[in-house]
């Protein structure tokens, strides 16, 4: 008969014949990713409903020993879980297997899991062999099976069970979520975007008085409220702070202190602090406009989409390891392609070329440094495939890169003709088009 045991997280294993794995029997590291790689985004879910309320009590990981007399575990039921402690633990052990933004987002949580404290113990439900657990695990993820397993509710069986909650036990969405499903509603911050923002940060200063003072908003019985109708005004304060966090600008260890954010508040720019023209308890709620004081009649606008103003994507994450090549990509990262995009072009084609360059050297290739650029980036791509760090697609662009008519080409280049030709100007979409095509091999380059 299973028995109920508390056991030590170092001590279980991901089940190598879990059936979300590809290939069977691999190692504890590839089964790690493998799960990673195929949850994607419902990981980064999963990570941060474990942060915010801990594991679920009432449902046990599902082990058996790994041999007779062991003390290690093979999960055979809950291996999602392990994989998100492991991944708030240390996130980068899934570089590679999910996408950057994720990556990112693991890496804003794990710090805060490291401050509020790990979990250490893993309630099991600990069976004698694997037959023994099947009827069970069958029971949780085989659907309804007649009413033999879970049942899920309607539409109106949610509605009426929320309806029965008291406002106590069903609390508004958090401020940070309220804050950003304002801004991306208005599209001012994609979905992608989105999920690189640090949300804890972001919660952290949003909580603080003074800051949310100068973003022109206050915070009443869990809603979000405007104090002015200048909606405009107070996504670009928001957005400004945003920004500020996902560049790494201001990092968590900057504003963990309540005098920390208090500073942060005053030394925000004068040109993004809103003034409110309604006083506290008169705001109405974040996205709903307020009344004029003299009604104007305004020409309403289709919205476009806006382009980014910077080469390199605020969620692009890139683990360079060399201080020249981070300076460069900080001034990538600055330099508004829009006025000046000779000098991101030329600075690009250096990023690149550099790139390539300390690639060649840490893996020790036999390509020589005074190669042409396209043969370094032939051999660097074919290399990262051969390493499993970018797959045949993602290689596509590069490989594209060599050809004579094309951006990155190693002879008569378009880019040479940035630097020598008097009449060619570089486009700032091409730029940004050439930055996406480019970006997975980039940071499979500084993929450590």
Not at 32 to 58: D, T
Not at 255 to 267: G, H, L, Q
């Amino acid at each position: 008969m299973a028995e109920i045991a508390a056991i030590s997280l170092a001590d279980l294993l991901i089940d190598a014949e879990n059936p979300r794995l590809q290939q069977s029997s691999v190692g504890q590291r590839e089964a790690l990713q493998g799960i990673a790689a195929e949850q994607g985004p419902k990981l980064l879910a999963l990570a941060r409903h474990i942060l915010r309320n801990g594991l679920n009590p009432g449902d046990h990981l599902y082990v058996m020993p790994l041999k007779e007399g062991s003390r290690r575990y093979v999960v055979l039921e809950g291996n999602r879980r392990v994989t998100a402690l492991r991944a708030l633990e240390n996130p980068d052990l899934l570089a590679g297997a999910v996408e950057t933004n994720v990556l990112k987002a693991l890496r804003g949580y794990s710090r805060q899991y490291q401050l509020e404290g790990p979990v250490e113990t893993v309630s099991c439900l600990v069976f004698g062999s694997r037959d023994e657990a099947q009827p069970w695990i069958e029971l949780k993820h085989d659907g309804e099976l007649e009413g033999a397993g879970i049942v899920r509710w309607g539409s109106d069986d949610k509605a009426r069970f929320r309806a029965r909650m008291n406002e106590a036990h069903h609390p508004a969405l958090e401020i940070q979520t309220q804050v950003l499903n304002f801004l991306e509603n208005r599209g001012d911050l994609t979905a992608t975007e989105r999920r690189g923002v640090p949300a804890t940060s972001f919660k952290r200063l949003l909580q603080t008085p003074q800051v949310r003072e100068k973003m022109g908003i206050e915070f009443q019985k869990g809603k979000v409220r405007a104090l002015t109708e200048d909606e405009g005004a107070i996504a670009k304060a928001l957005l400004y702070v945003v920004r500020d966090l996902v560049s790494g600008q201001t990092k968590t260890s900057d504003i963990y202190r309540v005098e920390d954010r208090n500073k942060y508040a005053e030394r925000l720019p004068t040109d993004i602090v809103v003034t409110p023209t309604r006083k506290s308890g008169e705001g109405a709620m974040l996205g709903t406009k307020l009344p004029s004081a003299k009604p104007t009649i305004k020409t309403v606008k289709p919205k476009t989409a806006k382009r980014r103003n910077k080469l390199i994507p605020p969620n692009c994450v890139l683990a360079i390891s060399d201080q020249r090549l981070s300076d460069i990509e900080n001034e990538l990262r600055r330099l508004d392609i829009e006025e000046t995009p000779n000098a991101v072009s030329v600075l690009f084609r250096v990023f690149i070329e550099l790139s390539c360059d300390a690639y060649v050297a840490r893996a020790r290739l036999p390509t020589a440094e005074k190669d042409a650029l396209g043969k370094k980036l032939q051999d660097v791509a074919k290399h990262l495939v051969e390493q499993q760090k970018l797959d045949n697609k993602q290689a596509e662009p590069v490989m594209r890169a060599r050809t004579k008519d094309s951006f990155l080409a190693p002879s008569v280049t378009l880019m040479n003709q940035y630097v020598h030709n008097i009449n060619m100007s570089p486009s700032p979409t091409d730029l940004r088009a050439h930055w996406d095509s480019l970006q997975p091999f980039l940071i499979a380059v500084w993929t450590p």
